[in-house]
């Protein structure tokens, strides 16, 4: 199955900041899904990505695929204490490998 | 409510037994998967589905089992062979497997095994 990488692997921010996890891949992806994991609970999808050039917004969530298909972001704007977790990408395939995804921790 | 229902939610193992993790869901979703998951880190492939009486290996099968046999139901065997099973083990299922907007997954809450 397809993997990818993502960056950085954990982000400490103070409230108020923003933040950007990367979701990079060696090859072209069909579609791409995130999910966040809240401590101690389990992924919950967010969103799915499927055009070149796609851009999302869930409220202070803004999702991007790359023109190449090739990589795809996740931008926070003015990070919430409710945005602690580990964010993933996952290649949407027949297998759907998850990485090992991008902690994130808010200090209020 | 449709769901994914996983048990025991806690278990605990002494060395050198089997032990089977229930996963059970009523959304009539084709596919089903299990995943490990260590502390701090992601998501690992046990075992995937994509129809009844068939499934494969994902990249850490050694040591597991599993079975397809009702569209409902991916019981995951823990077997003496696991050298290292205590995880948490999430298991999770789609509508099917590939295409488009076909895959997007619903967890069930997990199921913490600890080997004494």
């Known amino acids: 199955g397809q993997q990818v990488m993502q960056i950085p692997q954990y982000q400490h921010v103070q409230e108020g900041e923003d933040f950007t996890t990367y979701c990079n891949s060696s090859t072209t992806l069909s579609n791409i899904q995130w999910y966040k994991q809240r401590p101690g609970g389990h992924p919950v999808f967010l969103i799915q990505l499927v055009k070149s050039g796609e851009v999302k917004k869930q409220k202070r969530l803004t999702f991007q695929f790359g023109e190449a298909k090739k990589n795809s972001s996740l931008h926070i704007t003015a990070t919430q204490t409710t945005d602690v977790g580990t964010y993933f990408c996952v290649p949407s395939n027949n297998d759907m490998r998850f990485g090992a995804g991008t902690r994130l921790t808010v200090k209020p | 409510d449709g769901g994914i229902t996983q048990s025991p939610k806690y278990l605990f193992r002494k060395e050198g037994q089997n032990v089977t993790l229930s996963c059970e869901q009523n959304?009539?979703?084709?596919?089903m998967y299990w995943y490990r998951q260590d502390p701090g880190q992601g998501l690992r492939l046990i075992y995937y589905s994509q129809i009844v009486n068939d499934f494969q290996k994902g990249d850490i099968a050694e040591g597991y089992s599993v079975s397809r046999e009702k569209k409902e139901s991916f019981p995951l065997t823990v077997t003496s062979a696991q050298k290292n099973p205590t995880a948490f083990y999430l298991c999770a299922s789609s509508i099917r497997s590939g295409g488009s907007g076909a895959n997007v997954l619903t967890f069930g809450a997990g199921s913490r095994l600890t080997v004494l």
């Open positions: 959304l009539n979703h084709d596919a």
